[in-house]
């Protein structure tokens, strides 16, 4: 009980492996059984799963937006929204897809698991359609940002077959899950909400 004993492990990515964030992972297991081993957070004191999280790799270059925002803005003084890829970017017919990927930015470590939202708002400024969630889907947490690492998040969504022509703004953010408080948005200094709009969609 209580001895410490080093194990090393060395994998191997296969050359044609796509770019992108790729997760290690730690299990445990029964061999007898084949049954997976509980893991338990002993800061908690609480079940903690059956799977412990190494780390994340990097493979390839970090992402970029083919359509940066100038000035960026910042969220909650933690992340910075570089840009966002909105396709199609100009107009859509009732009920089509609309596709968003965005770019973020840590500028600290961060201790919170912060969920991002993009919403489709009307000409009449309601919502007609959303996605919220964890960024890569609960895949790469917030908690888990290094300071300086970029990373890109997909969103899709659908435009109501009823939505009436006009105007529609995406607007994105990050809150956290436990309270629904929003993280507050500066673009060069100044408040600007904690909402912003990054693109602007007509539906015909």
Request: hydrophobic share 40%; glycine share 8%.
């Amino acid at each position: 009980p209580h001895d410490v004993w080093f194990d090393g492990h060395q994998l191997t990515m296969p050359v044609d492996v796509p770019a992108g964030i790729y997760r290690v992972e730690v299990r445990f297991f029964d061999p007898d059984t084949q049954q997976l081993l509980p893991l338990v957070d002993l800061h908690q004191k609480a079940p903690a799963g059956d799977t412990f999280v190494l780390g994340y790799v990097l493979v390839g270059k970090p992402p970029a937006p083919h359509q940066p925002l100038a000035p960026a803005f910042e969220l909650g003084k933690a992340v910075t929204l570089l840009g966002a890829d909105v396709a199609p970017a100009v107009s859509v017919s009732p009920g089509a897809t609309v596709q968003a990927q965005l770019y973020w930015q840590a500028q600290r470590a961060i201790h919170t698991d912060y969920t991002a939202f993009a919403h489709l708002l009307g000409p009449d400024g309601k919502l007609v359609a959303q996605q919220d969630k964890q960024p890569l889907d609960g895949f790469f947490p917030t908690s888990r940002w290094l300071p300086g690492q970029t990373v890109m998040d997909a969103y899709q969504f659908q435009v109501p077959a009823t939505a009436p022509p006009g105007e529609y703004t995406l607007q994105v953010g990050l809150y956290e899950l436990a309270n629904g408080q929003r993280l507050s948005i500066t673009q060069a200094g100044k408040a600007v909400g904690d909402a912003v709009t990054v693109a602007t969609i007509q539906v015909k």
